[in-house]
């Protein structure tokens, strides 16, 4: 069963920046994505981001110019640097998995992915 562990959440001042990992266990797929989601409160799912195991990568285009997305050199741990943080980037951070289609331009349809972590909180003060 594949397992995926975020890090990193916490409390940071405006304009700061904070790194946020997730950890990948039990993926056993030669062809895959992982994305990060957000969701603050009271609000739909957010995409963020993804990459793929050829390390192809995508933004929102909202995001790209403050975050990046990066696997670590093993491919067990999936970055998301995050900088110029703003008060409306407070959420629940996920990433997620897929396997089916790791490369469709649906990237962004949080339906499509089958594995979940259990989410970091990112709170941001003004």
């Known amino acids: 069963q594949v397992q995926l562990v975020e890090s990193g959440g916490g409390p940071v001042d405006s304009g700061g920046s904070l790194r946020l990992s997730c950890m990948i266990s039990?993926?056993?797929?030669?062809?895959?994505?992982i994305a990060w989601f957000r969701q603050a409160p009271g609000q739909g799912r957010e995409a963020l981001s993804t990459i793929t195991n050829a390390y192809i990568s995508s933004y929102a285009n909202s995001m790209k110019d403050r975050f990046t997305i990066s696997p670590d050199a093993a491919k067990t741990t999936v970055n998301l640097e995050m900088e110029s943080l703003k008060p409306a980037d407070k959420a629940v951070y996920y990433c997620a998995t897929r396997i089916h289609r790791p490369y469709g331009l649906d990237w962004d349809t949080w339906t499509k992915y089958a594995y979940w972590g259990q989410g970091t909180q990112v709170t941001v003060s003004s």
């Open positions: 039990d993926l056993r797929a030669d062809n895959y994505a």
